[in-house]
């Protein structure tokens, strides 16, 4: 009995191999019809016998190529044709507004074995790709995903190339970026004043030499330029930091293999496993306090070091010739996107760097390195970029409209709604500067160019001052505007598809709140509806506003201020100390007019403040950077904790000051403290009889996020894991917002 299927498939199915997979398994069970692309997705048509369909069927859904997805499938039974082969058909080009775009993705384990095989045409091929990895994102211009509207379309492919790129069963068929040695891209080494010093191999050879030596260069990678040095050169690494401005902020470190990994950190199979994965993204890992090879200058005082893997050709020759890990951090300014062509770089690096390695095919999106941890055997996203987005999910609604969520001001990335698919972009950045606001507005132009999107809605955050709340503002379009910790519980409820009543427990270091303060320390009951905020932290002032979260000692004073008469300040002469008489008298003046002071229930600040009481720092070079410093003080052994106590429905905590004073060690400060955040959210979660939600970037520590969910055994915990838990993943929390 012979019968005819026609399939509609939506996902991540163009671009990825998808049509040749559907080909071979026809083929292999001898079945006629026809595959294409179409405005959703791809189209199909399969017949033959039964026993042969049902085979197919079962390979459709198992043996789907590494980068696809299947999202949605309609499987209609037809009357029988009687096709005489299986073939793919010509796409329609004008059927590409559903289209999903996938991320870039490092090199697979077919291209990397021919690279290292000298018997292989593209042995030592610095571009080498086929369809189940190398660039995507990065180079696509438009859709539909050909070559044509790629930056590889003025290199036009040898015969070797073409014959491959024409062979549906050959593994580069449609792969989009395909070259060689004879017809793709070319690298090139320059020193700084633009010279070209050599091109190609030759260009590898000599920029592993330089790095050796001790100099600092930036090399083009996927989605930006990296600034690389030695990773174990300290004199090198002082001059990077020196050159950079940027004193303490971690670096991460791109080791050869997993092997030179382990001879540095301590890491867990389900670490190995993210590091080796195809995204290959920056895995934060515990260092090995007995091995001395890597500087401390990459990560000091802390105990923790971010690791990855090469995940381009370039990346892994370079690091077989050097032999050596290295420093590979986003090539940028402070607060400023990462550097994607010649031009930006020497104007903006000109004085940091002394040579460059850059090639002929432009980056056309940019896209920055993602960083995750590893909290138990679940996976934290603290930066979704290459490897991980464009990230797309279906979502079933009668929304009809285009809806664009903007995001917060922090971290920034937008998401879009769009026939069905929820689409978050990437990793923006925090929107300081002009520079990163014209990249918001650029990912946005890509966006709207790939999906011919045009927003009916623009969903944003109540804060008023927010650059993306001014900019959806001025659009003259329905703005719909959602409470920050409230988008990222609706984060987390989006991504675990819960819909059911919860205690949101939002913690982070900023966010605009209903009563015009700054909230970040949360207890909110939640359903997709609505929220109601039961229990916050005691507040306190942030004298000067902004200028409080870098110099984090004004938020230690602030709160001195609220728990001592003046008589009483001489107790606290380590804090006080820290200012002049005339900075003493003024903040004191604005702590008690409440003049240029906000009021804020942020955990974030309280951890600066605990810093400051420890004696660990009085300012911050970096985003949580007293956080990182506190949980690396944290000492199993200690058991004792501060107590908070509940007061109605504020949480106080100023009361332990005094007692830290006494403590004097910074170790013991830092483990009370966390301990006390894990009993105080335990005491408060433990009198509401619901599951829990997590949210913001306090979250990011991983040992308060362990010590919750060992403790935990009745209820449900659910945290973001794919979507970013801090403020990169407040747009899809927007947008769920909406569709609510």
């Known amino acids: 009995m012979k019968k005819r299927y026609k399939y509609k498939i939506e996902g991540i199915v163009q671009g990825v191999g998808f049509r040749p997979f559907i080909y071979k398994i026809a083929y292999a069970n001898s079945l006629n019809g026809f595959v294409l692309n179409n405005s959703l997705g791809v189209e199909l048509e399969v017949e033959g016998s039964l026993e042969s369909l049902e085979l197919f069927d079962e390979a459709l859904h198992v043996e789907l190529p590494p980068l696809a997805r299947i999202d949605y499938i309609d499987k209609e039974e037809l009357e029988f044709c009687g096709f005489d082969k299986f073939e793919i058909k010509k796409s329609n080009s004008k059927a590409s507004k559903y289209t999903l775009i996938s991320p870039d993705m490092s090199i697979c384990d077919d291209c990397l074995a021919e690279l290292m095989d000298k018997d292989d045409y593209r042995y030592d091929y610095f571009f080498i790709n086929c369809t189940n990895c190398g660039p995507r994102y990065s180079i696509i211009k438009t859709v539909p995903y050909d070559r044509a509207n790629t930056s590889m379309s003025s290199f036009k492919m040898c015969k070797k190339c073409n014959s491959e790129y024409t062979n549906p069963l050959n593994r580069r068929y449609h792969a989009q970026p395909i070259s060689c040695c004879k017809c793709g891209p070319e690298l090139f080494l320059k020193s700084i004043d633009g010279k070209l010093l050599t091109k190609n191999s030759e260009a590898i050879d000599m920029l592993s030499d330089l790095i050796y030596k001790g100099n600092i260069v930036a090399m083009k990678g996927m989605g930006g330029f990296h600034l690389v040095c030695d990773a174990t050169n300290d004199k090198t690494l002082k001059s990077l930091r020196e050159r950079k401005k940027r004193p303490t902020k971690p670096f991460a470190v791109m080791f050869r293999d997993i092997d030179e990994v382990k001879k540095s950190c301590i890491i867990s199979d389900a670490q190995e496993k993210m590091i080796t994965s195809q995204q290959r993204p920056i895995v934060i890992v515990k260092k090995d306090k007995n091995d001395t090879s890597i500087s401390k200058i990459v990560a000091p005082y802390i105990d923790r070091l971010g690791v990855f893997l090469p995940y381009t050709p370039v990346h892994v020759l370079l690091l077989q010739k050097l032999k050596k890990p290295i420093v590979a951090t986003s090539a940028n300014r402070s607060g400023e996107p990462i550097v994607t062509n010649e031009k930006n770089l020497k104007e903006s690096l000109f004085d940091v760097i002394d040579y460059y390695l850059d090639y002929n095919r432009e980056i056309v999106n940019a896209s920055d390195d993602s960083v995750l941890q590893i909290v138990g055997k679940k996976q934290v996203m603290m930066r979704a970029s290459r490897g991980f987005t464009p990230m797309s999910y279906r979502h079933k609604s009668n929304e009809k409209r285009d809806i664009l969520a903007v995001g917060a001001h922090q971290k920034n990335s937008i998401a879009l709604y769009i026939n069905n698919q929820i689409i978050l972009s990437p990793y923006i950045g925090d929107l300081d500067s002009v520079k990163s606001c014209e990249f918001f507005l650029k990912t946005l132009d890509t966006f709207k160019r790939f999906y011919n999107f045009e927003p009916k809605v623009i969903v944003c955050d109540l804060h008023p001052n927010y650059f993306t709340t001014q900019w959806a503002k001025k659009q003259n379009l329905d703005v719909f505007q959602v409470q920050h910790h409230y988008a990222h519980i609706l984060s987390c409820m989006f991504e675990h598809g819960l819909d059911k009543k919860l205690l949101g427990v939002a ?167 966390i301990n006390a955040l894990v009993d105080i959210f335990f005491k408060i979660s433990n009198s509401y009889d619901l599951d829990i939600a997590l949210g913001g970037g306090v979250f990011q520590n991983r040992t308060i996020l362990e010590k919750i969910l060992e403790k935990e055994k009745q209820k449900k915990i659910y945290f973001p894991q794919k979507i970013p838990i801090n403020d990169s993943g407040i747009a899809l929390g927007q947008i769920y917002g909406y569709l609510r």
């Open 507 to 673: 913690w982070d270091g900023t966010g605009y709140g209903d009563d015009g303060t700054i909230w970040g320390g949360e207890f909110l009951l939640c359903d997709k509806n609505s929220y109601e905020r039961v229990v916050h932290f005691e507040p306190f002032l942030l004298l000067g506003g902004d200028a409080s979260v870098k110099d984090i000692k004004r938020v230690a004073l602030s709160m001195v201020f609220d728990i001592a008469k003046d008589e009483e300040l001489s107790k606290f002469t380590n804090l006080t100390k820290l200012f002049s008489k005339s900075e003493l008298s003024v903040l004191k003046q604005m702590h008690k007019k409440k003049i240029n002071a906000i009021e804020c229930t942020s955990v974030g600040r309280i951890f600066d403040a605990i810093a400051v009481f420890s004696g660990i720092c009085s300012k911050v070079s970096y985003d949580g950077e007293s956080g990182l410093l506190i949980e690396s003080l944290y000492d199993e052994n200690i058991n004792e904790s501060y107590e908070f106590y509940l007061d109605g429905e504020i949480i106080r905590y100023k009361h332990i000051f005094p007692q830290m004073l006494k403590d004097m060690d910074p170790k013991l400060i830092a483990t009370k403290f």
